[in-house]
């Protein structure tokens, strides 16, 4: 097809042509273009459907406020629901399809909805689908989901990378028109760090959609010689095609740069989008502002659209979108549309200017204040019914119909921390309010500066007063005064468009304030106004004025929602950049990995970590096998397990024991160096939040260990105690768990096996280091090392560890000097198994629902001191006769089974909520007894040892008696450990 619609000029490169496709017909454009001009070039007006009633939509905008050309790009796994067509670069081989319509785009058999408009109003979903109830599954939220939505998915993974990053600045410029470009010329002179970014392709903000001179040059010339001197600054980076979506706490303002989006083929491995955290000192909003339309019967027609928006596509992409036009407009701004048009050979109808004192032209006809009152068309502009000065009616024939009612600052970014715009009576429009987020400021068009003299030299000296400097001097240009009356919409409209994405009409307004919705919050949210992929950029101050009419109030004391990042719609990909896949949950590999993986190691998942869950030996065909022979070797003789996942924390400084007294609430104030302490930690309300080791290497140096699936959690928890709670204390934290390869050496021979590596000059006899102890020591002749003399086995066992990048090697070494003794590792079965046998806690009974009561731990809540916690522990309701207590459970037929999740009931009974009495945490095999044990909580649990009770598992059918033991199965006198 021809670009019968193509106009001399432009910043088009008509040198090289552009093929594409649009709902499966080929087209041509050129490059510069966007897919919505090149469209119109192609007199292609109809480009989308509306959400709810599916009413044909042509573009509105030429920018990214755009409600209504929302289309869907690429093929494939590539395919990209909801672009703007009016920001989307055109480029060879680009295709793009329609949306929201079905089956075709000329005829969406959904439109069947604006027939039925009456009884589908603003807040129809509250009063509908009620009866009957059965419905709703099988009808109307079936229907519901199936017409919800705009675009659709591809089903396929994103083949696409998208990546983040991070960059510093001293100022931040958002916005690369007149006062952005001047702003950072001036920044630019300061030697600071500059970053200037825009959301275009191409740099000049409105300077390249007008005709004016900047100079007595062509505007576009200035753009080029500033954007040639700011390229050449070492001090500035530019970034085009870059929207600055959100400002965020502490001077962070989030970026998304398009990288590949404009190319046909990207180069392997460049991401498409790249995420930027921009940390600013200070920040310059120079975002222009929006041209806002003007609401009257059947404004949304393809071919009806912002007069500003229409001269961009003329001045900037040499692409009318008619052969013949009319000008709507209340302000001066819709005659320059209709003078360049003109000059452009654009056949003007006539301007409607709703003043009756508006100016008159030689070249077209200038209707005094008129007004559009419909307009005609099925698929697109026809006509356009006006009213005239003296009431009598005239059709003027059109193929497009460019609407202005004023313009708004882009006041967006400045209230993405809370803040509120506040109202300009002389512009009729939002101003940026006095709450900024900390270190931004505003110039140009975004501050209402709407002339483009005022705008350059706004753009300036803002940019001084921030620096300090002086400001660079503005070039001559346009500095016509700008006076914008209010006209919102008008009077005896019956279906004008407000929101044009979400089919919000002024009469939907009206309802909203006829059933008592008048708060703009609710507003929004009974009609939907704003609440579209555009966040009602062109929409929102028309449905807040009529608000306010109806209210017989002023604007401002309706007031105005607030507007929240993103800026734009952004990509999930480019929120999550590398972070998908195994990226998005990166398996952390403990230091013996590669050598557990040499012997055939089972892994399982623990968190983040992959670690060594059973190590299968030859003949052994069932996981038990493997898992019990480790138990039973291990205390035989002696078994490693690596236990680098265990949290490492280290506390240092003078105050570092009584950080941790507060920590814990056990004591550690007066522990001795050289000594290691279980400790108990507690949440604020008292309940059990971790329990580990603390070791004291020297006076103001701790080690601290959690469990694995605590180790984050407890280091925030202690990190907030520092900084929030006790920031007088002279302490410092660094978690240390990905620092030190650790193991644990358990079983008889583990002293034996330890005294072959350690170093000689260290005794770590029974005497010499004696349980509980601790030591900075070296091994293998000189490799610093760590000892800790504690143990979860019940066996006499040690946890040693090294630096990280030691730990295969000291693996390895192990277990070549532990073959003497029948040395095996063991994986987190066995370990389970073993600490299951001795009676420790671990996650399973550190729930979040436990005390230091129910884990038999009260005595080590200690009344002589305060720590977090230990008030709210004592509370009465944690402290029952009746509590839960920590109690051992085996099978009386040592063949039944234990499973965890069990409760406990009496041996006789009815067995329901009401008579339960407790239930199982963990539960595995014992090898050394021959027979399945468990731990769980029992009320008053501490008196029933011995007694018989049933285990019911209604979810397992399962019900077995058995018998209260003690918790500790194996060694409960802790002779083994001390040996």
Same mark, same amino acid.
């Given at each position: 097809?021809?670009?019968?619609?193509?106009?001399?000029?432009?910043?088009?490169?008509?040198? #090289?042509?552009?093929?594409?496709?649009?709902?499966?017909?080929?087209?041509?454009?050129?490059?510069?273009?966007?897919?919505?001009? +090149?469209?119109?070039?192609?007199?292609?007006?109809?480009?989308?459907?509306?959400?709810?009633?599916?009413?044909?939509?042509?573009?509105?905008?030429?920018?990214?406020?755009?409600?209504?050309?929302?289309?869907?790009?690429?093929?494939?796994?590539?395919?990209?629901?909801?672009?703007?067509?009016?920001?989307?670069?055109?480029?060879?081989?680009?295709?793009?399809?329609?949306?929201?319509?079905?089956?075709?785009? #000329?005829?969406?058999? *959904?439109?069947?909805?604006?027939?039925?408009?009456?009884?589908?109003?603003?807040?129809?979903?509250?009063?509908?689908?009620?009866?009957?109830?059965?419905?709703?599954?099988?009808?109307?939220?079936?229907?519901?989901?199936?017409?919800?939505?705009?675009?659709?998915?591809? *089903?396929?993974?994103?083949?696409?990378?998208?990546?983040?990053?991070?960059?510093?600045?001293?100022?931040?410029?958002?916005?690369?028109?007149?006062?952005?470009?001047?702003?950072?010329?001036? +920044?630019?002179?300061?030697?600071?760090?500059?970053?200037?970014?825009?959301?275009?392709? #191409?740099?000049?903000?409105?300077?390249?959609?007008?005709?004016?001179?900047?100079?007595?040059?062509?505007?576009?010339?200035?753009?080029?010689?500033?954007?040639?001197?700011?390229?050449?600054?070492?001090?500035?980076?530019?970034?085009?095609?870059?929207?600055?979506?959100?400002?965020?706490?502490?001077?962070?303002?989030?970026?998304?740069?398009?990288?590949?989006?404009?190319?046909?083929?990207?180069?392997?491995?460049?991401?498409?989008?790249?995420?930027?955290?921009?940390?600013?000192?200070?920040?310059?909003?120079?975002?222009?502002?929006?041209?806002?339309?003007?609401?009257?019967?059947?404004?949304?027609?393809?071919?009806?659209?912002?007069?500003?928006?229409?001269?961009?596509?003329?001045?900037?992409?040499?692409?009318?979108?008619?052969?013949?036009?009319?000008?709507?407009?209340?302000?001066?701004?819709?005659?320059?549309?209709?003078?360049?048009?003109?000059?452009?050979?654009?056949?003007?109808?006539?301007?409607?200017?709703?003043?009756?004192? #508006?100016?008159?032209?030689?070249?077209?006809?200038?209707?005094?204040?008129? /007004?559009?009152?419909?307009?005609?068309?099925?698929?697109?502009?026809?006509?356009?019914?006006?009213?005239?000065?003296?009431?009598?009616?005239?059709?003027?024939?059109?193929?497009?119909?460019?609407?202005?009612?004023?313009?708004?600052?882009?006041?967006?970014?400045?209230?993405?921390?809370?803040?509120?715009?506040?109202?300009?009576?002389?512009?009729?429009?939002?101003?940026?309010?006095?709450?900024?987020?900390?270190? *931004?400021?505003?110039?140009?068009?975004?501050?209402?500066?709407?002339?483009?003299?005022?705008?350059?030299?706004?753009?300036?000296?803002?940019? +001084?007063?921030?620096?300090?400097?002086?400001?660079?001097?503005?070039?001559?240009?346009?500095?016509?005064?700008?006076?914008?009356?209010?006209?919102?919409?008008?009077?005896?409209?019956?279906?004008?468009?407000?929101? /044009?994405?979400?089919?919000?009409?002024?009469?939907?307004?009206?309802?909203?304030? /006829?059933?008592?919705?008048?708060?703009?919050?609710?507003?929004?949210?009974?009609?939907?106004?704003?609440?579209?992929?555009?966040?009602?950029?062109?929409?929102?101050?028309?449905?807040?004025?009529?608000?306010?009419?109806?209210?017989?109030?002023?604007?401002?004391?309706?007031?105005?929602?607030?507007?929240?990042?993103?800026?734009?719609?952004?990509?999930?990909?480019?929120?999550?950049?590398? *972070?998908?896949?195994?990226?998005?949950?990166?398996?952390?590999?403990?230091?013996?990995?590669?050598?557990?993986?040499?012997?055939?190691?089972?892994?399982?998942?623990?968190?983040?970590?992959?670690?060594?869950?059973?190590?299968?030996?030859?003949?052994?065909?069932?996981?038990?096998?493997?898992?019990?022979?480790?138990?039973?070797?291990?205390?035989?003789?002696?078994?490693?397990?690596?236990?680098?996942?265990?949290?490492?924390?280290?506390?240092?400084?003078?105050?570092?024991?009584?950080?941790?007294?507060?920590?814990?609430?056990?004591?550690?104030?007066?522990?001795?160096?050289?000594?290691?302490?279980?400790?108990?930690?507690?949440?604020?309300?008292?309940?059990?939040?971790?329990?580990?080791?603390?070791?004291?290497?020297?006076?103001?140096?701790?080690?601290?260990?959690?469990?694995?699936?605590?180790?984050?959690?407890?280091?925030?928890?202690?990190?907030?105690?520092?900084?929030?709670?006790?920031?007088?204390?002279?302490?410092?934290?660094?978690?240390?768990?990905?620092?030190?390869?650790?193991?644990?050496?358990?079983?008889?021979?583990?002293?034996?096996?330890?005294?072959?590596?350690?170093?000689?000059?260290?005794?770590?006899?029974?005497?010499?280091?004696?349980?509980?102890?601790?030591?900075?020591?070296?091994?293998?002749?000189?490799?610093?090392?760590?000892?800790?003399?504690?143990?979860?086995?019940?066996?006499?066992?040690?946890?040693?560890?090294?630096?990280?990048?030691?730990?295969?090697?000291?693996?390895?070494?192990?277990?070549?000097?532990?073959?003497?003794?029948?040395?095996?590792?063991?994986?987190?079965?066995?370990?389970?198994?073993?600490?299951?046998?001795?009676?420790?806690?671990?996650?399973?009974?550190?729930?979040?629902?436990?005390?230091?009561?129910?884990?038999?731990?009260?005595?080590?809540?200690?009344?002589?001191?305060?720590?977090?916690?230990?008030?709210?522990?004592?509370?009465?309701?944690?402290?029952?006769?009746?509590?839960?207590?920590?109690?051992?459970?085996?099978?009386?037929?040592?063949?039944?089974?234990?499973?965890?999740?069990?409760?406990?009931?009496?041996?006789?009974?009815?067995?329901?909520?009401?008579?339960?009495?407790?239930?199982?945490?963990?539960?595995?095999?014992?090898?050394?007894?021959?027979?399945?044990?468990?731990?769980?909580?029992?009320?008053?649990?501490?008196?029933?040892?011995?007694?018989?009770?049933?285990?019911?598992?209604?979810?397992?059918?399962?019900?077995?008696?058995?018998?209260?033991?003690?918790?500790?199965?194996?060694?409960?006198?802790?002779?083994?450990?001390?040996?």
């Amino acid at each position: 097809m021809t670009q019968i619609n193509r106009v001399s000029g432009g910043q088009i490169d008509r040198s #090289a042509t552009f093929k594409f496709k649009f709902d499966g017909k080929s087209y041509t454009g050129h490059p510069g273009d966007t897919l919505a001009s +090149a469209l119109l070039a192609n007199n292609v007006r109809l480009m989308g459907r509306s959400f709810k009633y599916h009413r044909p939509r042509g573009p509105l905008t030429a920018g990214s406020e755009e409600p209504n050309a929302i289309v869907e790009l690429g093929e494939g796994a590539r395919k990209e629901p909801n672009t703007r067509a009016t920001t989307a670069e055109l480029f060879d081989g680009l295709v793009a399809n329609s949306q929201n319509r079905w089956p075709s785009l #000329a005829f969406d058999a *959904m439109a069947i909805n604006d027939r039925f408009s009456n009884f589908l109003t603003a807040g129809f979903y509250y009063k509908t689908f009620m009866w009957p109830a059965a419905f709703w599954e099988k009808l109307y939220e079936p229907i519901i989901r199936k017409a919800a939505g705009l675009g659709s998915l591809s *089903m396929q993974e994103d083949p696409d990378v998208y990546d983040k990053g991070f960059r510093h600045c001293d100022s931040l410029i958002v916005g690369a028109g007149p006062a952005g470009l001047m702003a950072a010329l001036t +920044a630019a002179r300061s030697g600071q760090q500059i970053i200037l970014a825009d959301e275009d392709f #191409a740099y000049g903000g409105r300077l390249t959609s007008e005709t004016f001179s900047v100079d007595d040059a062509p505007a576009l010339d200035w753009v080029k010689a500033t954007i040639a001197e700011l390229s050449s600054c070492p001090n500035v980076r530019l970034m085009p095609r870059t929207t600055v979506i959100g400002a965020f706490d502490h001077g962070i303002y989030g970026a998304v740069e398009r990288i590949t989006d404009h190319l046909r083929n990207a180069p392997a491995g460049t991401p498409r989008q790249i995420l930027w955290r921009i940390y600013a000192k200070q920040t310059l909003l120079t975002a222009g502002a929006t041209e806002r339309p003007i609401a009257f019967d059947n404004n949304d027609r393809p071919g009806v659209m912002l007069a500003g928006a229409m001269r961009a596509y003329v001045n900037r992409f040499g692409a009318a979108p008619a052969k013949r036009v009319a000008i709507f407009t209340n302000n001066d701004d819709g005659h320059r549309t209709a003078a360049d048009l003109h000059t452009k050979g654009v056949k003007i109808a006539s301007v409607i200017d709703t003043r009756p004192d #508006a100016p008159k032209s030689y070249d077209y006809e200038v209707l005094s204040g008129a /007004q559009v009152v419909d307009s005609m068309g099925r698929l697109g502009l026809t006509f356009a019914e006006v009213k005239l000065a003296d009431g009598t009616m005239r059709t003027v024939e059109c193929g497009a119909l460019g609407v202005s009612g004023g313009w708004n600052p882009n006041v967006h970014l400045t209230c993405h921390q809370r803040g509120r715009p506040t109202w300009n009576s002389d512009l009729a429009a939002f101003v940026p309010g006095g709450t900024l987020p900390p270190g *931004m400021h505003v110039a140009g068009a975004a501050q209402g500066i709407f002339s483009t003299q005022g705008a350059m030299q706004s753009g300036a000296q803002t940019a +001084a007063d921030m620096l300090g400097i002086k400001a660079a001097p503005s070039p001559a240009t346009e500095d016509a005064p700008v006076s914008q009356t209010p006209f919102w919409y008008v009077e005896g409209c019956s279906r004008a468009w407000l929101d /044009q994405q979400n089919d919000v009409t002024v009469k939907d307004v009206k309802l909203s304030h /006829q059933e008592g919705f008048r708060s703009v919050e609710h507003l929004k949210r009974y009609t939907t106004l704003g609440m579209a992929t555009d966040q009602g950029k062109t929409s929102n101050i028309g449905g807040l004025a009529i608000m306010a009419e109806l209210a017989g109030k002023a604007i401002p004391e309706v007031g105005t929602t607030i507007f929240r990042p993103p800026y734009t719609p952004t990509a999930i990909g480019a929120l999550a950049g590398r *972070m998908r896949g195994k990226d998005f949950h990166p398996t952390r590999l403990t230091p013996s990995h590669y050598w557990a993986k040499e012997q055939g190691a089972v892994f399982v998942e623990v968190g983040n970590w992959l670690r060594a869950q059973w190590f299968p030996r030859p003949g052994e065909t069932h996981w038990r096998e493997s898992v019990d022979r480790e138990v039973r070797q291990t205390r035989a003789s002696v078994g490693v397990c690596d236990c680098t996942t265990l949290g490492k924390i280290d506390v240092q400084g003078t105050d570092a024991a009584a950080f941790l007294n507060k920590i814990y609430c056990n004591g550690f104030a007066k522990l001795a160096v050289g000594k290691t302490r279980y400790g108990l930690m507690l949440r604020e309300d008292g309940i059990a939040m971790d329990d580990g080791t603390a070791g004291r290497l020297a006076e103001d140096h701790f080690v601290v260990t959690t469990t694995t699936a605590n180790a984050v959690k407890v280091y925030q928890h202690m990190e907030f105690v520092r900084q929030c709670l006790c920031p007088d204390m002279d302490v410092q934290l660094i978690s240390t768990t990905e620092g030190w390869a650790q193991y644990a050496v358990a079983g008889p021979n583990s002293r034996k096996l330890l005294q072959k590596i350690v170093d000689p000059e260290f005794d770590i006899s029974n005497d010499g280091f004696p349980f509980m102890a601790c030591a900075n020591i070296t091994v293998c002749g000189g490799l610093r090392a760590r000892l800790f003399r504690i143990s979860f086995s019940g066996e006499l066992a040690f946890e040693i560890a090294v630096p990280s990048r030691y730990g295969d090697a000291l693996m390895r070494r192990l277990m070549a000097e532990g073959e003497e003794f029948d040395v095996t590792p063991y994986g987190t079965e066995a370990l389970g198994v073993m600490r299951i046998e001795k009676g420790h806690a671990a996650g399973n009974e550190l729930n979040g629902t436990t005390t230091a009561l129910n884990l038999g731990m009260c005595r080590m809540v200690s009344k002589a001191k305060d720590s977090i916690g230990s008030k709210l522990s004592e509370r009465d309701g944690l402290n029952t006769t009746d509590a839960l207590m920590q109690v051992g459970i085996m099978p009386v037929d040592a063949k039944d089974k234990i499973t965890a999740g069990g409760h406990l009931m009496a041996a006789d009974g009815p067995v329901d909520a009401a008579h339960d009495q407790g239930y199982v945490t963990s539960a595995a095999f014992s090898p050394s007894l021959d027979s399945m044990i468990g731990l769980g909580f029992l009320k008053n649990g501490g008196t029933r040892i011995g007694e018989k009770m049933r285990l019911v598992s209604p979810v397992t059918n399962l019900t077995v008696d058995v018998e209260i033991v003690s918790h500790h199965f194996v060694d409960p006198e802790g002779d083994r450990v001390r040996a």
